[in-house]
């Protein structure tokens, strides 16, 4: 079992060490490797019973229960420590490879039988209950086959999400070059010419800055509200009076997942939601220490989000990619946490009217559309590839069940594998 809360609290937290190990990286097959807190080694050992290692699967007892995943072999730690709403199977290696059966069905039937959906829902009896359960067992040569090919969908997927950081990540340093340090400017400013673009696009920036109420800003560029550049778009549905309608559904759990929006019918969603336009940008006002701000590939006409989100749309003339990656900023997010209400930790909620509020600098228009003629491919390529990942994980939910069970032998499966990769 994970610690007692009273073990872990915020003020034990380091910049590095040990990471610790919550609902939120338990969302996919695989252990999920973003925004981990941290204690020291020195805690860790303290807390020996609730430390977990490679090929450990962690579960949830209370709260989102049903959560389960494996700690990959490659997984970026060697160790980690649970938190409190978390407890943990480590296999005979020699018998059972890491049991994905709780990722399928009618293994997850079986682990929330013993649950309890009064107040925090939650599994009686957690470690007591796990033992107690009887699962099917393959001889071990054919349960390593079975992994190896989930595994080779895992590693294609990782290396999709990994391929999406690394697009984010240039979009990202370019608008903060041009935007936020004013690289170009300052290059002018000292006689040099801007690292990294052509002659044209250097002659969309001044050679020099002058003052305003954020400082020194670029001449010509102007301090404007944020709500210059987006406006928030307000439009609430009740979901459950179309029943038969399937929504394009974005969620908290859908953005940590993966950023791809669940497909539900109406009568499935219970309770208000807002609706997303196709040039739709998602913030999230819950818990701004968590940022989750969220470009749709492509919003149908029955997109949804979560009231937890705040939907903006680029106003002017300006591109969603400008106002993902302003949103995206260092700055911004430390104002955002400025905005909070709320004294809980787990329950902060930032007010619409400040983020429309906050001053920002406003670019010439020139190179605002040169910035996103670079951008908008590259969130393109990252559209695509979330919608790759998504297929191979659909595809790894089918034949996960199939293969356990024995409805579908290898030889079929490396078929199918082999289908999709061409």
Same mark, same amino acid.
């Given at each position: 079992?994970?610690?007692?809360?009273?073990?872990?609290?915020?003020?034990?937290?380091?910049? *590095?060490?040990?990471?610790?190990?919550?609902g939120?990286?338990?969302?996919?097959?695989s252990?999920i490797?973003?925004?981990?807190?941290?204690?020291t080694?020195? !805690?860790? *050992?303290?807390?020996?019973?609730?430390?977990?290692?490679?090929?450990?699967?962690?579960?949830? !007892?209370?709260?989102?229960?049903?959560q389960?995943?494996?700690?990959?072999?490659?997984?970026?730690?060697?160790?980690?420590?649970?938190?409190?709403?978390?407890?943990?199977?480590?296999? !005979?290696r020699?018998?059972?490879?890491?049991?994905?059966?709780?990722?399928?069905?009618?293994?997850?039937?079986?682990?929330?039988?013993?649950?309890?959906?009064?107040?925090?829902?939650s599994?009686?009896?957690?470690?007591?209950?796990?033992?107690?359960? *009887?699962?099917?067992?393959?001889p071990?040569?054919?349960?390593?086959?079975?992994?190896?090919?989930?595994?080779?969908?895992?590693?294609?997927?990782s290396?999709?999400?990994?391929?999406?950081?690394?697009l984010?990540?240039?979009?990202?340093?370019?608008?903060?070059?041009?935007?936020?340090?004013?690289?170009?400017?300052?290059?002018?400013?000292?006689?040099?010419?801007?690292?990294?673009?052509?002659?044209?696009?250097?002659?969309?920036?001044?050679?020099?800055? +002058? +003052?305003?109420?954020?400082?020194?800003?670029?001449?010509?560029w102007?301090v404007?509200?944020?709500?210059?550049?987006?406006?928030?778009?307000?439009?609430?549905i009740?979901?459950?009076?179309?029943?038969?309608?399937?929504?394009?559904?974005?969620?908290l759990?859908?953005?940590?997942?993966?950023?791809?929006?669940?497909? *539900?019918?109406?009568?499935?969603?219970?309770?208000?939601k807002?609706?997303v336009?196709?040039d739709?940008?998602?913030l999230?006002?819950?818990?701004?220490?968590?940022?989750?701000?969220?470009?749709?590939?492509?919003?149908?006409?029955?997109?949804?989000?979560?009231? +937890?989100?705040?939907?903006?749309?680029?106003?002017?003339?300006?591109?969603?990619?400008f106002?993902?990656?302003?949103?995206s900023?260092?700055?911004?997010?430390?104002?955002?946490?400025? $905005?909070?209400?709320?004294?809980?930790?787990?329950?902060?909620?930032?007010?619409?009217?400040?983020? $429309?509020?906050?001053?920002?600098?406003?670019?010439?228009?020139?190179?605002?559309?040169?910035?996103?003629?670079?951008?908008?491919?590259?969130?393109?390529?990252?559209? !695509?590839?979330?919608?790759?990942?998504?297929?191979?994980?659909?595809?790894?939910?089918?034949?996960?069940?199939?293969?356990?069970?024995?409805?579908?032998? $290898?030889?079929?499966?490396?078929?199918?594998?082999?289908?999709?990769?061409?």
């Amino acid at each position: 079992m994970g610690p007692f809360g009273s073990s872990i609290k915020v003020e034990t937290f380091v910049e *590095e060490g040990i990471p610790i190990i919550s609902g939120e990286h338990l969302h996919d097959v695989s252990l999920i490797e973003n925004r981990f807190r941290y204690i020291t080694s020195e !805690h860790a *050992e303290r807390l020996a019973k609730s430390n977990v290692f490679r090929g450990d699967v962690v579960f949830t !007892h209370a709260g989102t229960i049903g959560q389960v995943s494996v700690i990959p072999a490659n997984s970026r730690f060697e160790r980690y420590v649970l938190s409190q709403r978390q407890f943990f199977l480590r296999c !005979h290696r020699s018998v059972a490879n890491p049991p994905y059966y709780f990722k399928t069905p009618e293994g997850r039937h079986k682990l929330l039988a013993n649950a309890s959906q009064v107040g925090v829902p939650s599994i009686a009896r957690p470690v007591t209950y796990l033992r107690s359960i *009887e699962i099917p067992i393959p001889p071990i040569a054919v349960q390593d086959e079975i992994v190896a090919h989930i595994e080779a969908l895992r590693d294609r997927i990782s290396l999709l999400r990994e391929t999406n950081a690394t697009l984010e990540a240039i979009a990202q340093a370019l608008f903060k070059s041009w935007f936020v340090d004013f690289d170009p400017v300052r290059a002018k400013q000292e006689g040099r010419a801007p690292e990294g673009m052509d002659e044209a696009t250097a002659a969309l920036f001044p050679d020099g800055f +002058e +003052e305003s109420e954020l400082g020194l800003v670029p001449r010509g560029w102007r301090v404007g509200a944020l709500g210059e550049s987006a406006r928030l778009h307000k439009g609430t549905i009740n979901p459950l009076i179309q029943p038969d309608v399937v929504f394009e559904h974005y969620s908290l759990p859908a953005f940590d997942t993966g950023q791809m929006p669940v497909f *539900e019918a109406g009568s499935e969603i219970k309770s208000n939601k807002t609706t997303v336009p196709a040039d739709a940008v998602l913030l999230s006002k819950l818990n701004p220490h968590i940022p989750r701000i969220w470009l749709p590939s492509d919003a149908g006409k029955a997109a949804v989000c979560s009231t +937890e989100f705040l939907v903006f749309v680029p106003t002017n003339g300006e591109s969603r990619e400008f106002v993902f990656c302003q949103f995206s900023t260092a700055q911004f997010q430390q104002s955002l946490c400025q $905005l909070v209400t709320g004294t809980s930790n787990s329950h902060q909620r930032v007010k619409p009217d400040g983020v $429309l509020a906050m001053p920002t600098a406003i670019p010439v228009s020139g190179a605002l559309a040169a910035f996103c003629e670079i951008a908008k491919p590259l969130f393109g390529r990252i559209g !695509h590839n979330r919608h790759q990942a998504q297929t191979l994980a659909t595809l790894r939910d089918t034949l996960l069940p199939r293969l356990i069970s024995g409805q579908l032998r $290898l030889p079929a499966a490396e078929t199918l594998l082999a289908e999709f990769a061409a």
